[in-house]
Nanobody, 128 residues
Framework: QVQVVESGGGLVQAGGSLRLSCTAS????????LAWFRQAPGKAREGISCISRSGGSTYYADSVKGRFTISRDNAKNTLNLRMNSLKPEDTAMYFCAADAKREIWDSAGYYCDDFGYWGQGTQVTVSS
């Protein structure tokens, strides 16, 4: 049985930091491209970052570039998202996604999508 579980969300003041973590069981973690998405109330889900199997390639949405850092520890089956300089507009439910069916390396860089497994999400609230 596959389980994807996020943790680390919470309430933080603007300018602060949080680290989200995600574990995926029931899968060979090191074989999976992974990603973080977020969805704010009334808004579409946004893919904010993804990482290749080895961790050597990463993607960041413009909205988080320079502030968020994605990383993975395949030995510990853990995906992390370090979020710095948080803004009120970062308030959202954050979701971990595992097992990208599509990965692209092109002149624009790396991107992955079409995920097979999703977690339930962890809430991040940034107060002004």
């Amino acid at each position: 049985q596959v389980q994807v579980v996020e943790s680390g969300g919470g309430l933080v003041q603007a300018g602060g930091s949080l680290r989200l973590s995600c574990t995926a069981s029931g899968l060979i973690f090191g074989d999976l491209a992974l990603a973080w998405f977020r969805q704010a109330p009334g808004k579409a889900r946004e893919g904010i970052s993804c990482i290749s199997r080895s961790g050597g390639s990463t993607y960041y949405a413009d909205s988080v570039k320079g502030r968020f850092t994605i990383s993975r520890d395949n030995a510990k089956n853990t995906l992390n998202l370090r979020m710095n300089s948080l803004k009120p507009e970062d308030t959202a439910m954050y979701f971990c996604a595992a097992d990208a069916k599509r990965e692209i390396w092109d002149s624009a860089g790396y991107y992955c999508d079409d995920f097979g497994y999703w977690g339930q999400g962890t809430q991040v609230t940034v107060s002004s």
